[in-house]
T-cell receptor, first 111, second 110 residues
Framework: SQQGEEDPQALSIQEGENATMNCSYK?????LQWYRQNSGRGLVHLIL?????REKHSGRLRVTLDTSKKSSSLLITASRAADTASYFC???????????FGKGTMLLVSP | NAGVTQTPKFRVLKTGQSMTLLCAQD?????MYWYRQDPGMGLRLIHY???????AKGEVPDGYNVSRLKKQNFLLGLESAAPSQTSVYFC?????????FGEGSRLTVL
């Protein structure tokens, strides 16, 4: 069963704008991870946030985690056309990285 | 350093045929996974392994078998392929943190 659910399903913005994607999940977790997938390619890990962390940054990425609301958000600042991809959140409930993925958000960044 | 390599990249099967997907990783990772990705469904875990000689079922294991005879290899087998197994299959490896994915194997069952 799907654990994480991303919102929105699709997002279209202009270069330079910020993109925010949200993820909700159902059960307690060890950590939550975000991945990126370019069309026809494998998934690439972006960032991991542990259940005892509230916010994490990596370059233009900012991830927040609210365990009380069972939700996370991914913010991409100053988007570029190269950020066009699908973004997935994934939860680790077991600690063995047997991740449960959401259905993803398709981000389109127009020049 | 190739990371995670999947073979073959594309395959077309007829219903009832069998085949094996091979995953190889050169990062000395203990854990390996097989996922399938279908349109609108995200990724779903088929089987995984926490070490050489061990395997465990994931969310959607029916119709698949796996083996981890060597630490660097994780094989996914389809004994009797069905059209419902048409999908893109991804292998991944990890050290109990982030997953490193292969580029995928696109399987079509006619």
């Amino acid at each position: 069963s799907q654990q994480g659910e991303e919102d929105p399903q699709a997002l279209s913005i202009q270069e330079g704008e910020n993109a925010t994607m949200n993820c909700s999940y159902k059960t307690s977790i060890n950590n939550l991870q975000w991945y990126r997938q370019n069309s026809g390619r494998g998934l690439v890990h972006l960032i991991l946030i542990r259940s005892n962390e509230r916010e994490k940054h990596s370059g233009r990425l900012r991830v927040t985690l609210d365990t009380s609301k069972k939700s996370s958000s991914l913010l991409i600042t100053a988007s570029r056309a190269a950020d066009t991809a699908s973004y997935f959140c994934a939860t680790d409930e077991t600690g063995y990285s047997t991740l449960t993925f959401g259905k993803g958000t398709m981000l389109l960044v127009s020049p | 350093n190739a990371g995670v390599t999947q073979t073959p990249k594309f395959r077309v099967l007829k219903t009832g045929q069998s085949m094996t997907l091979l995953c190889a990783q050169d990062m000395n990772h203990e854990y390996m996974y097989w996922y399938r990705q279908d349109p609108g469904m995200g990724l779903r875990l088929i089987h995984y392994s926490v070490g050489e000689g061990t395997t465990a079922k994931g969310e959607v294991p029916d119709g698949y078998n796996v083996s981890r005879l060597k630490k660097q290899n994780f094989l996914l087998g389809l004994e009797s392929a069905a059209p419902s197994q048409t999908s893109v299959y991804f292998c991944a490896s990890s050290t109990r943190g982030e997953l490193f994915f292969g580029e995928g194997s696109r399987l079509t069952v006619l």
